[in-house]
């Protein structure tokens, strides 16, 4: 049996990778990634040639068949997300179940991760959080909402440019002009922290890049 190696790949910055990372992904004999466009940008940066399959929140079971095939093969195979920690928020975690029934090996290659990048600058004391994700686009939205009325925890939520005003909006509707802290393009070029009221930054957010909201 191959491993399936868990591989966490910068959210920016290129130069934020790990040496055990650049280890893994010069030993292994796959990497399976979300958009192989992406994952070259990286590979290259590091001289770094291996046959790369493109697995994400669309692929087919069949998909998953072929790379747990090649794990049963003898290949050690590197999972990686366009950015950051896979699993997290991420289709990862079909392929990584997958490997455990099969009883194939897994071990994980810690490194960047958006949502403790954030929590660390927030200035917020959140040694209790709730992470929700990508929030619901219009199913079940409103019923969260009214679910997190009562929420005392700090909560963290990852956003799109096209949505984080719409949903600053409903958190201001639903649980009232809290305190935030909006991290944008983290350790990017256009790198920005946006911290105050609700109703004090929101006009401010400049609705580029993607984006973590935490909520105190």
Do not use: W
């Not at 790369?52 to 072929?66: A, E, F, P, R």
């Not at 958190?171 to 350790?187: A, P, Q, S």
């Amino acid at each position: 049996m191959g491993i399936l190696f868990v591989v966490a790949t910068p959210i920016g910055n290129l130069k934020d990778i790990t040496l055990r990372a650049l280890e893994v992904l010069k030993s292994v004999d796959l990497i399976a990634c979300e958009d192989t466009r992406v994952s070259k940008r990286l590979l290259e940066r590091y001289e770094i040639t291996k046959p790369l399959v493109s697995y994400h929140q669309h692929s087919k079971i069949t998909k998953v068949d072929y790379i747990i095939e090649q794990l049963k093969n003898d290949k050690d195979v590197a999972l990686v997300s366009d950015a950051g920690t896979p699993d997290i928020d991420d289709p990862g975690s079909v392929l990584v179940a997958r490997a455990y029934d099969e009883g194939i090996e897994v071990l994980t290659i810690p490194g960047p991760n958006a949502l403790g990048a954030a929590l660390a600058i927030c200035g917020f004391l959140a040694n209790n959080f709730l992470f929700l994700g990508f929030l619901p686009k219009k199913k079940g939205r409103q019923t969260l909402f009214k679910s997190l009325q009562n929420e005392k925890r700090v909560i963290v939520f990852y956003e799109s440019p096209y949505r984080v005003k719409k949903s600053l909006r409903d958190f201001l509707e639903y649980l009232g002009d809290r305190e935030i802290c909006v991290c944008r393009e983290m350790t990017k070029k256009f790198e920005t922290v946006y911290r105050g009221k609700i109703s004090e930054i929101i006009d401010e957010i400049k609705e580029k890049g993607e984006f973590v909201v935490i909520v105190k």
